[in-house]
């Protein structure tokens, strides 16, 4: 079970990875809140954020966080996000929140992804968190039989629009050995918009929160990033 304690004590070590007046991008969910909170209240001035959600905006505009637009400021250094499921290679399971499709563009634009997670969040094999597929309405049902033809089970996150006006299906009931593979094929099918399996991009820094402390994978120095 997730914990808030947790993904407060990752949210805060993430803090070090902020460096002051540049524009860093942020996820969506309660840990990325938590990490909006830490920011704030320890009083660090960036210059403004590229945001994944509106969720996440309306969040940066309460505390007079300036929102830039991807396109007009190019790649950026950091994106701070969470994530649902995490293996040992740094691979995620994305968009419980169904914001996957912005974050998934954020992290690729982004030189260094820190994923902040709770350790309830670290898998062995990713799958028993539903993947969530991000699909063009009118393609919900064909989607869904070419994903029954991979072997996954789909399931259709009923009176869920994203922010873009697209419809969620959570494939249940798969154990993702090969995430690239199945990331790669997922994204073949006609209608999909994104998917939220992270692998062919996993996050490059891991902060996992728990009882003990954080733990940061991989364990390297901050120089050396
Ligand atoms: C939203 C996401 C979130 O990062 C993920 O759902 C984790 O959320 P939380 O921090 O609330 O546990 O991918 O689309």
Same mark, same amino acid.
């Given at each position: 079970m997730s914990n808030q304690s947790d993904k407060q004590r990752a949210a805060i070590a993430a803090l070090k990875y902020v460096d002051e007046d540049t524009i860093i991008g942020i996820g969506t969910g309660s840990t990325v809140n938590l990490f909006i909170d830490a920011l704030v209240a320890q009083n660090l001035?960036?210059? %403004?954020a590229i945001s994944s959600s509106n969720a996440t905006s309306q969040r940066l505009q309460q505390e007079k966080i300036e929102i830039f637009d991807l396109n007009a400021v190019g790649n950026i250094d950091f994106y701070f996000d969470g994530a649902d499921e995490c293996d040992s290679h740094l691979r995620l399971i994305k968009g419980g929140g169904a914001a996957l499709t912005r974050e998934k563009i954020i992290a690729a634009a982004s030189r260094r992804f820190i994923c902040m997670v709770d350790e309830? #969040?670290? +898998? #062995? $094999?990713?799958?028993?968190f539903p993947v969530p597929v991000e699909v063009i309405p009118m393609a919900r049902s064909y989607v869904a039989r070419q994903i029954v033809a991979l072997g996954g089970h789909p399931i259709w996150r009923e009176n869920v629009v994203t922010d873009n006006g697209n419809v969620i299906l959570d494939i249940h009931g798969m154990r993702i050995v090969d995430p690239v593979a199945l990331e790669a094929n997922l994204n073949?099918?006609? %209608? +999909? $918009?994104? +998917? %939220?399996?992270? =692998?062919?991009?996993? =996050?490059d820094v891991l902060i996992v929160g728990s009882e003990n402390g954080v733990k940061i994978l991989p364990d390297v120095c901050l120089q050396a990033l």
């Open positions: 001035r960036i210059r %403004g309830s #969040k670290q +898998v #062995k $094999v990713l799958g028993n073949q099918i006609t %209608g +999909v $918009v994104m +998917v %939220g399996l992270f =692998a062919r991009r996993p =996050a």
